[in-house]
């Protein structure tokens, strides 16, 4: 089975930076495309950013520019560099992977902007 191991995530005030980071185990082939998803309270969860097999990123709206996605695909693992951090990045973010069009997701590691 497909697990995830997020790290990463923590407190850091308006302006700052962090880098998550996800591994996944439980596959012996590289996956079709990695990717972060966010979800603050009370809304929906959205796109932070997905990065595709071949290295082509796609990032939402609300963080281009500021967030920058990398995988390595031979070790099933990606990143996401946070910087110029606003209060409402804050989320719990879900590290996901696709295999076989089938999409996992990590257990999430909850990042906050706050003075």
């Known amino acids: 089975q497909v697990q995830f191991a997020e790290s990463g995530g923590g407190l850091v005030q308006p302006g700052g930076s962090l880098r998550l980071s996800c591994i996944a185990s439980g596959i012996s082939r590289s996956m079709s495309a990695m990717g972060w998803h966010r979800q603050a309270p009370w809304k929906r969860r959205e796109l932070v950013a997905v990065?595709?097999?071949?290295?082509?990123?796609v990032y939402g709206d609300s963080v281009k520019g500021r967030f920058t996605i990398s995988r390595d695909g031979a070790k099933n693992t990606v990143s996401l560099q946070m910087n110029n951090l606003k209060p409402e990045d804050t989320a719990v973010y879900y590290c996901?992977?696709?295999?076989?069009?089938?999409?996992?997701w990590g257990q999430g590691t909850q990042v906050t902007v706050s003075s």
């Open positions: 996901n992977g696709v295999v076989d069009l089938l999409t996992f």
């Open positions: 990065i595709s097999s071949g290295g082509s990123p």
